[in-house]
């Protein structure tokens, strides 16, 4: 007992030197740790960065600080006079253990100095970009993107002054001749839904350096198992941890990562516009983040396995998945993602959406839902979930075909995964006719 007590006791000296030291470097966190586990490889910083073992109690894990504010004392009150709070616990809106606990270890699996955790993507994403723009600025996206982000980038940014030019994310010619002297950020997502194309992130991040601009990639389908955008020469990068992240299905949050410099300048924006992550909700992400760097090698290997079997497959139009060597860009995906993956697949079957249809209701282990990266496959049509505001013509032109699917491959065994596919799909096209007629 009394060795627990002193350990403890030397715990909170360390701590204590450290918090004094914090006031002068501010070119990481903010934290509550004194080891970034930067020098270590995925699954080790999915399990160790960012906790926060209670020096008072040595429980193990971060606790749950389920509090809205916290003592004022003389750091907080000098904090909020010198307009730096972000690295003082003053009001959960602001900063609460519970947040920097999980956007620590978001920055070690990003490689990133600091980290915002916000209540949903789009809040992520929506806060980024304001504060990335001012009154009069312009900002160049790609329709082939998030459709929250496509409302948001189309529908509000006029309002705040801002101004908007759609472009193809993969031509880099129609990029350029879309800058403008007001352009401050190109914005695209590293890879697309539902068909699945990259983004040349490090050509980009080339045509950014040229002339002076901010690159923004939302990583959500890709993650930083798959690709560190910051690596690559990104200056921030967003996820809906809704997706991967969290990969349960069962919370909303997103992330933002970048330089200290950057992210301090996004947090006055989170704090405006209100969208910070509830205690709780950051338990349970940094809990999922412990087994991220598991989930996705499985999420990865399972797909490739499925899409591999889906082309050879009779039935099966056509597979689109970076890892196949059919894949349009396989030769950058091969590079960019540095031999990793992807868990997402997307395929048309033959006789097209009536068939599309009996599939889901022939399969056994995918859930017919909208959302991706959780640990049970998720399966759905782009015609009618994503792509659905567009008309039939205009889905044919973005490629979205007849008999489209989506799926977000999961973690159950992937035997299983194929041979329902395969009971599935055999049922489906002995059947063709019947299921022809009842749609
Ligand atoms: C889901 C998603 C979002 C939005 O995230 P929410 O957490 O639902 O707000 C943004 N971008 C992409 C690519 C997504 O898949």
């Not at 204590?16 to 740790?33: A, M, S, V, Y």
């Not at 399972?302 to 889906?310: D, E, I, P, S």
């Amino acid at each position: 007992m009394k060795k627990i007590y002193q350990d403890i006791e030397h715990k909170r000296a360390e701590g204590d030197i450290w918090f004094k030291d914090l006031k002068r470097k501010r070119d990481t966190g903010p934290t509550l740790n004194d080891h970034r586990y930067s020098e270590y490889n995925a699954s080790t910083k999915s399990v160790h960065a960012g906790q926060y073992d209670d020096p008072k109690t040595g429980a193990l894990g971060t606790p749950i600080y389920q509090c809205s504010t916290f003592y004022l004392n003389k750091n907080s009150y000098e904090a909020i006079e010198e307009g730096r709070g972000r690295d003082e616990l003053i009001y959960t809106r602001y900063g609460n253990p519970s947040q920097w606990s999980v956007q620590e270890k978001l920055s070690a699996l990003e490689n990133a100095e600091s980290s915002i955790v916000f209540s949903s993507g789009m809040a992520a994403i929506s806060s980024t970009i304001l504060a990335m723009l001012d009154k009069g600025s312009h900002i160049i996206s790609s329709r082939d993107i998030y459709g929250g982000t496509y409302n948001f980038l189309y529908e509000d940014l006029d309002r705040y002054g801002m101004s908007i030019s759609f472009t193809s994310p993969s031509n880099l010619n129609e990029i350029e001749a879309a800058i403008k002297e007001n352009t401050k950020v190109l914005f695209f997502e590293a890879l697309s839904n539902p068909l699945l194309k990259l983004v040349p992130i490090k050509a980009i991040v080339a045509l950014g350096k040229k002339h002076n601009l901010r690159v923004i990639i939302d990583n959500t389908f890709l993650t930083p198992y798959n690709v560190k955008p910051l690596d690559l020469g990104v200056d921030l990068v967003l996820n809906s941890a809704s997706k991967y992240l969290g990969g349960h299905s069962d919370l909303i949050a997103g992330t933002v990562s970048g330089s200290r410099k950057l992210i301090d300048r996004i947090w006055p924006q989170m704090l405006k516009n209100g969208g910070s992550l509830d205690p709780h909700a950051c338990f349970l992400l940094e809990r999922s983040l412990k087994t991220f760097a598991l989930r996705m090698r499985t999420h990865n290997s399972n797909a490739m396995a499925l899409a591999t079997y889906l082309e050879n497959h009779s039935g099966i139009r056509k597979v689109y998945y970076p890892g196949l060597p059919s894949h349009e860009q396989h030769e950058l995906a091969m590079e960019q993602l540095n031999g990793k993956n992807s868990g997402m697949i997307s395929f048309e079957i033959e006789g097209g959406d009536p068939n599309a249809h009996a599939l889901l209701d022939h399969l056994k282990l995918p859930k017919e839902a909208t959302s991706l990266g959780g640990v049970e496959s998720l399966i759905s049509l782009p015609y009618n979930t994503s792509q659905a505001s567009l008309t039939k013509k205009q889905q044919k032109a973005i490629g979205i075909n007849d008999g489209l699917v989506r799926l977000s491959v999961g973690i159950e065994d992937i035997e299983d995964l194929i041979s329902d596919f395969d009971q599935a799909i055999n049922k489906v096209l002995k059947n063709t006719d019947t299921y022809v007629e009842q749609y």
